[in-house]
């Protein structure tokens, strides 16, 4: 067990997750949504910028400003956390703890063994769930031009990523969007802030969890309901892993994985 590293040996050991959040629940609450508001201001800026400098201006096309905004979130994302950092500060919170940016104590092995396990895992899950309810998930894939399958919309953001992995040269704009962006300031928004205000609460871990996981699957609400219900699923599963590790860096790191994984899946997929 060595070769995995120090937190993979602490089976015994109490869980290493510990809540700071010296601002207090309401005032962390009121921070929080203010944070939430300019990265979505944020995105949107970036979006207009996107589809006015390289999409030909056609604000009145929904899907080109749905990739506007995908490809316009990285940047988004990276001030939205540095606005996150700034208030853990607030009544002399330290940013490190509060966000929970401890260094796990791992080698490269455990690692892998934590990020593979996590997305083995999922998508155990994820077809177990297919299996029992019998769902067709074909009706929750867009057609290979991004369009929606017969049965409704598969998603928005679904849809997008299956039109712009037709357009090799906007798919790798858009990818560090998704797989560093979108991990980045959603696990320092939901797991990270939100995640230790709430923990310090009556509500506790346990409400912390389900709280966080609920808000951040109702952030995908353009999504169908299956595809909401593995994310609220997935959300859970993080914040276990943030739990027993104690650092928001395995779940950056796990969403990271899982949003690559489905993203080259996408691209690999279209290719003729």
Known sequence: MAMLGEDLQKFG??????????????????????????FFLLQAIGALAVVGLFLNGDFAN?????????????PAAILAAWLVWRISKVRGGIPREILALRKPDLTWLGWL????????????????????????LEQYLPGPDGGSPATGSAGAMKEAMFD??????????????IVIGAPLIEELIFRGYLFSALAMSRVGLSGATIVTSSLWSLL???????SIGMIFIIGLTLSALLIRFGSIWITMACHTAWNGANMLAVFVALRP
């Open 13 to 38: 050991a109490p869980w290493l997750y510990a809540p700071r959040q010296p601002a207090g629940l309401w005032v962390a609450l009121g921070l929080w949504l203010l944070v939430v508001a300019a």
């Open 113 to 136: 063994v934590i990020v593979g396990g996590f997305l083995v895992g999922i998508y155990i899950v994820m077809m177990t769930v297919v299996t029992v309810f019998q769902i067709d």
């Open 62 to 74: 929904e899907k080109l400003v749905i990739k506007g905004a995908i490809i316009g979130s990285l």
């Open 220 to 226: 995908h609400i353009t999504e169908p309901w299956f």
């Open 164 to 177: 712009l992995a037709n357009e090799p040269l906007f798919f790798w704009l858009a990818f560090p969007a």
